[in-house]
Structure formats: C-alpha cells, structure tokens
C-alpha cells in the first residue's frame, strides 16, 4: 500500500489550513476527516526550495521587492509542516490549532439569506451582476448603524470587500511605495509582507530579524502589549491591530487616545485592523472611532470571517472617513474609492445577502453564539497552560492565547509539540522578533478536539 493510500485514511482535525483541502463537519463536536491525497500545498513565490529549474525562461526579471520576502508566508509554512509530520506519522490525530482558520458550522439563519439570493439568481427578477464595488447599500447602512450607531460614521465612509487581508493590500496600493510605516511588534504577517511587497522597505536584516525602513512597536508583557510611543520614531502609516493578532491584547481607551494623538502630533495614518473587535468582552473599545479626533487620522478595517465563519464565504469592510485628507488636501477615501473601483468589483452579492443577514437581530444573536463558543475554547486553553504554570497572555478578548516560554526559540518549542503531541501551533516569531519565546495557540477547534489537544498539552508539560 503507498504511503499516500496510507495518509488518505488518517483522521485529522478541524481547523485545517484555508490551504489544505477542503474539510467536511457536521456538527461542533464532531471530528474530521480529510483526505490527504487532495492535500494541496501552496507553494510560496519566495521559498527557495521551490525554484523551478525549466529550461526555458522569459525575459522578464523578478520583482525586486518580492524577492525580498522571507521564505513563505507564515501560515503556508506551517501548513507545509503539518503534511510533513502527517508523512513521517501517516496515522497521527493532529490537531490543529494553528493557523486560526474557523470551524465552527455558519448559522442556518445567515446561509438562508444567502441560498435565498443564490436561487434568486436563477429568476429574471432576483438575477442580479455586477454591483457597486463599494457594496450594497442596505449592507452599508447595516455596518454604519450596528458598529458606529453614534460615532459619525456614514453609510458611504464603508466599503464592503471581500475580507480584511484583501483590503490591507488595497489600502497599501492607495499609499505607494514612497511612505513609512509602522507595526506592532509582533502583529499579523500582512501588514509586513504587503509592506514588503509595495517597496516600502530595505532588505531583511537576518542580525535582527527586521526589514530596513520598517518601524518596529515592541509590545511585550513588560509594557502590557503596547508601545512605548515615546521611542516610536514618526512613519506616514502605523498600523495596529486590537484585539491583537496574536497576543490577544486589546488596547485600553486611553492607551487609544495616546495612539489618536501620536498619530495626531505626526500627521501619521493609523490603519486599524478590528478583525476580532467582537470577542472583546469588558469595556475595552470596540472601534478606533470611538476615540475623539479618529476620524481625522484613522482608517479602520473589519470582517466577518471571525464572527460568522466567513473564512470561505469572504466578506469585510473597510471604513475611510471623509474627514481623513492626504497633506494636500485630498480626500483619502477617493484614493481608496479608485482603487477599490480598479483593482476590484465589489463583494459577491451571495456574500452580502449573507452580512446582511448576520446583521439582523437573528443573525448579530448566532454570531455572538459563535463567537461565545470559541471564547469557551480559549478560557479552556488559557486553563490548561495557567495549571502547568506557563505564563499566559490573550485569551480575555480574543480567540488566540499567547503562551510564553522564555528563553526558548517559538520554532522549536513548535516542533516539540508537533512531534510530541501531533498539535499544530504557530510559532511566535513568525509574527515578528518580538514573538520569539512564544507560541499561539488558537481556540477555533471543534470542542472535542481542544479537550483532546488540552489533555495532550498536560501529558507533555506535568
Ligand atoms: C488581524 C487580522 N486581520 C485580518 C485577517 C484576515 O481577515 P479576512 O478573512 O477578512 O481577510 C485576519 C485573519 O486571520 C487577522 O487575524
């Protein structure tokens, strides 16, 4: 029997990459099986190993900024590890918690709405094409009364997209390769990549682990995971994400207003990722809107894909104010209208029936369903690692626990856990050099495998 016949039959869990093949589940408490012999892995552009060796070539040279970036995209990278493990040990139970893809069955309440606009596609009246690529209107108006009811944010300052990462790329086309920026130390693998990719930055300086011309916000316990502004040099665009991607912190108000005015005293642009804004769970804000003066300096981008598992579906939003003006004068968000109207057509109308939906008062109840579910997971994963006594942080507002082990490389405690226990984590230092010690743990899982990967972590740790 070949070993891939012997892989095909291997069970392994939920979450598997948005890389790997598609996965079939049928309930929250139900393990998966997924077919390794359709196991796709996506090749990075970057990763050396995967230099074709065809022997004919055309004349065109390689983007120069492209080539900059470090092996592969985080999440691939571990993806690529995972079926390597899954080829030493065919008839491993992995289970991942890693790359944060979500698990959880989408509410009948919001797939309704949406196989009711897909049939609708079948009849003359309910056939629609292209629509506006800023969005449907009644979505619009949905996202401006539920997330900014009384922050002054507008129907037409939303543009609905095909997801958050989407428009972190879009809005970096609308800034060009002229500007700086700024990140937090560590943070989700995008802001930096696109970075790279538009020509913002020098080269990767492997002595300490950064691009040239990026500015590095160190958030680490010792400063409550957020950076000390007073040693942040000024860049044209500061990226921050709260709740964050991955330590779980999410900023306090004031620590909110100190960034407003940072980026105030500067002239800078904050873009804020709020992917994960409704896992917040005390007063903590849940938009940089809600801080006075945001509008003047802020753009905020948000998504479904955390609340309702859209990871598949795709649908986001990004909110431009009209108050945001470039050095000259110019509106921000007709820059962005351009591009969103050049580079995209707008989100699918399946997609939007199906936002619309989870915006109903049904659909915003099954959301926080979801999302409580996950929120479960991650108190049962934070327990686990608070009783072996690791030091743990995240977890109170966000679905990733962040777990210290100091001292030691996030790659090799990664490896240690696969190879001893078959759980996928993500090491911390694929989320910058301020992640190096840590490892994420991910609390989209189906229960039963969390419980399992939970036992696991006691075996290996006690
Ligand atoms: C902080 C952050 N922003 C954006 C995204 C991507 O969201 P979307 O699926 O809407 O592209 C993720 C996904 O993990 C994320 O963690």
Request: hydrophobic share 40%; glycine share 8%.
């Amino acid at each position: 029997m070949s070993l891939m016949n012997n892989l095909s039959t291997s069970m392994i869990s939920s979450s598997s990459s948005a890389f790997l093949a598609p996965v079939s589940f049928n309930s929250r408490t139900q393990s998966v099986t997924v077919s390794l012999k359709s196991i796709n892995i996506v090749k990075c552009v970057a990763t050396p190993q995967e230099q074709q060796t065809a022997a004919y070539k055309t004349n065109v040279s390689r983007n120069a900024n492209i080539a900059k970036l470090q092996a592969g995209y985080l999440f691939p990278e571990v993806a690529r590890r995972r079926v390597a493990h899954l080829v030493k040990y065919p008839n491993a139970q992995v289970i991942s918690l890693g790359i944060g893809d979500t698990t959880e069955p989408i509410p009948d309440v919001i797939t309704s709405a949406m196989a009711k606009r897909s049939h609708g596609l079948s009849t003359l009246e309910g056939y629609s094409g292209y629509g506006a690529e800023q969005g449907e209107k009644a979505l619009r108006a949905a996202l401006a009364s539920t997330f900014y009811g009384n922050l002054g944010i507008e129907e037409d300052d939303i543009f609905v997209s095909d997801g958050a990462k989407c428009d972190i790329s879009r809005l970096q086309v609308v800034f060009g390769s002229n500007v700086t920026m700024a990140v937090q130390d560590p943070s989700y693998p995008a802001y930096v990549d696109s970075s790279v990719i538009m020509g913002q930055t020098g080269q990767f300086q492997k002595d300490v682990e950064k691009y040239a011309n990026i500015e590095y916000m160190r958030c680490t316990p010792e400063n409550g995971f957020f950076p000390d502004l007073s040693t942040v040099a000024r860049t044209d665009i500061i990226f921050f994400c709260s709740p964050n991607n991955p330590t779980g912190a999410a900023a306090t108000r004031d620590q909110l207003t100190r960034l407003v005015q940072f980026a105030k005293d500067n002239g800078s642009i904050i873009v804020y990722d709020s992917a994960y804004a409704l896992y917040i769970s005390d007063d903590k804000p849940r938009s940089i809107f809600e801080i006075p003066g945001a509008k003047e300096v802020a753009i905020e981008t948000a998504s479904f894909s955390k609340y309702a598992g859209f990871t598949g579906v795709r649908l986001g939003w990004t909110v431009v104010p009209k108050q945001l003006l470039f050095s000259d004068g110019f509106p921000v968000a007709k820059d962005f209208n351009r591009i969103v109207c050049t580079c995209f057509n707008g989100a699918s109308n399946i997609s939007q029936a199906g936002g619309l939906a989870c915006l109903s008062p049904e659909g915003l109840e099954a959301m926080q369903e979801v999302i409580g579910f996950y929120k479960e997971n991650t108190k049962i994963i934070v327990e686990t690692f608070n009783s072996l006594g690791f030091k743990v942080y995240g977890g109170q507002n966000a679905p990733y626990v962040w777990v210290h082990f100091p001292g030691r490389s996030s790659w090799d405690v990664f490896s240690e856990i696969l190879e001893k226990t078959h759980i996928v984590t993500t090491p911390g230092s694929g989320f910058g050099p301020g992640g190096e010690g840590f490892i994420r743990v991910s609390a989209f899982g189906h229960r039963e495998n969390v419980l399992e990967a939970c036992r696991r972590f006691k075996q290996l740790y006690n």
